[in-house]
């Protein structure tokens, strides 16, 4: 499985033509047929499937894309757009031969930013696309797309701007509340807004997808959000029927993974990093969380 996050495409696809800008952030691509990931070309993906790590957004210019997130097939044509949320699963990757798209990709971290003083009407709006991740933009939202699609183009090449990053996030940010507007006509404002709890949910898996290393204790998670550990953990379960522990415990094994396959790191460096208090447990979590050491599961 490959997990595709903004720290893999800042080393794979900055000399492609096609990619605009980038940065620890944000990616703005302009060419998908081009793309590639550590060394393979995006338009080769198919069955083998990707967990993306990055918020995307695709714009479909021309032909056709068809890819199955989470289980559930789409087929995106001219005029759609389609969002991937961090940590969904993506495969069956095909592209017809005259497709042309646009790609804005960012990271869990910058989205984290922008929600942090959101109102309940943009949580369920975040919710609804997490969904319902296809939208077929109207005449005047195309207008709207593109011109954003085109002062950002023409702003990112202006490096020597002293405000360059400070610019390009408020940019990304106008647009951000542009196309919450677009939602609009499919989530109004007497639709039924997320539950408490649900909020709730969505803030804690935010604050899991962005912590680096994660915590392993609800505690930690709980305190930020202002509950009880137990008042989350019921929320959780209530809202996705697994508890807060096992939701922090999948996203702490992800790293671990990862780390495991793609780091040159010693085992002992990567149990530093992921802020275990020794080797020792780091093994017997990684036995009990992937069934064999972490030796045996790098080899693996």
């Not at 490959?2 to 033509?17: A, F, P, Y």
């Not at 319902?132 to 699609?149: A, D, G």
Request: charged fraction near 25%.
């Amino acid at each position: 499985m490959k997990e595709i996050d903004i720290r893999e495409l800042n080393v794979d696809v900055t000399s492609c033509s096609g990619v605009n800008y980038i940065d620890q952030d944000i990616a703005v691509i302009d060419d998908l047929n081009g793309l590639s990931i550590n060394n393979e070309f995006l338009s080769s993906i198919d069955d083998d499937p990707m967990r993306l790590k990055v918020v995307v957004v695709l714009f479909c210019v021309e032909g056709k894309l068809q890819v199955t997130v989470k289980g559930v097939p789409y087929v995106i044509y001219k005029d759609d757009v389609l969002f991937c949320t961090p940590n969904v699963l993506i495969n069956n990757y095909m592209i017809s031969t005259d497709f042309k798209g646009k790609m804005l990709c960012f990271s869990s971290r910058f989205i984290q930013q922008q929600l942090q003083s959101s109102s309940a009407e943009i949580w369920n709006k975040v919710f609804y696309i997490t969904q319902n991740p296809k939208l077929h933009l109207k005449e005047n939202e195309i207008n709207v797309f593109s011109q954003y699609y085109g002062l950002i183009r023409s702003k990112v090449q202006q490096r020597d701007h002293i405000y360059h990053q400070e610019l390009m996030r408020a940019l990304f940010q106008a647009f951000y509340y542009d196309m919450s507007n677009s939602l609009s006509r499919l989530v109004s404002s007497d639709s039924k807004l997320l539950k408490q709890g649900e909020l709730l949910f969505q803030r804690f898996i935010d604050l899991l997808s962005q912590s680096i290393p994660k915590k392993r204790f609800v505690s930690h998670y709980s305190n930020l959000l202002n509950v009880t550990p137990k008042y989350l953990s019921i929320v959780c379960k209530d809202v996705s029927g697994r508890t807060a522990s096992e939701w922090i415990n999948e996203y702490v094994t992800e790293d671990i993974r990862y780390r495991l396959r793609h780091s040159s790191k010693s085992i002992k460096e990567i149990s530093i990093e992921l802020d275990f208090p020794n080797i020792s447990f780091f093994g017997k979590y990684v036995r009990a969380h992937l069934g064999m050491s972490p030796t045996e599961y790098r080899k693996s």
